[in-house]
């Protein structure tokens, strides 16, 4: 199992900021091999990526989540990453988004990829042209503002 773990700070309220990273549909603007991100409900996403040179597909579901502090995700049969990404305000005006994802190296390329530091380079340079699009906009393109618990909004728990 690889792990990875990158933070970055933007320069943009936390509100603007998790607010804009739950429109996963928009992931693909800023994450390198990501080609599509398809929002399915509230809790699941189905995802289609190159990663190391092969096309990938999976189905992601939102484990944990609440509201300007943290989104924690598996990934459906282990066909992709697990991982959180977490929140916190410095200051009324940034905010520092941290990554920790865990995934399963397939085949050599990926292996020794992993290896090298390539994944976390690559997550890096993810968090970098996020913080280039949000600072830019300086708004967010839309928000979820839901609760999951457990792998369920809870409204739809009672």
């Given amino acids: 199992m690889a792990t990875v773990e990158e933070s970055i700070v933007v320069d943009v309220p936390l509100r603007t900021t998790y607010n804009q990273w ?6 693909p603007k800023f994450m390198e091999g990501v080609e599509s991100v398809k929002q399915l409900d ?15 597909e999976w189905r992601a579901e ?13 990934a459906a049969g282990d066909d992709g990453p697990h991982g959180v990404v977490m929140f916190r305000p410095l200051d009324e005006n940034r905010t520092e988004i941290t990554v920790q994802m865990d995934y399963e190296p397939e085949g ?20 970098e042209r996020f913080k280039k699009f949000i600072e830019a906009r300086q708004g967010e393109t839309g928000a979820w503002r839901g609760e999951v618990r457990e792998g369920v909004t809870p409204e739809r728990h009672s």
């Fill in 22 to 27: 739950t429109q996963f549909e928009e992931f």
């Fill in 42 to 56: 509230d809790t699941g996403s189905k995802w289609r990526a190159e990663i190391g040179g092969e096309k990938r």
């Fill in 62 to 74: 939102i484990v944990e989540q609440i509201p300007d502090r943290r989104i924690e995700w598996r």
């Fill in 108 to 127: 050599f390329k990926e292996t020794v990829g992993s290896l090298a530091g390539s994944d976390s380079r690559r997550v890096k340079g993810d968090l």
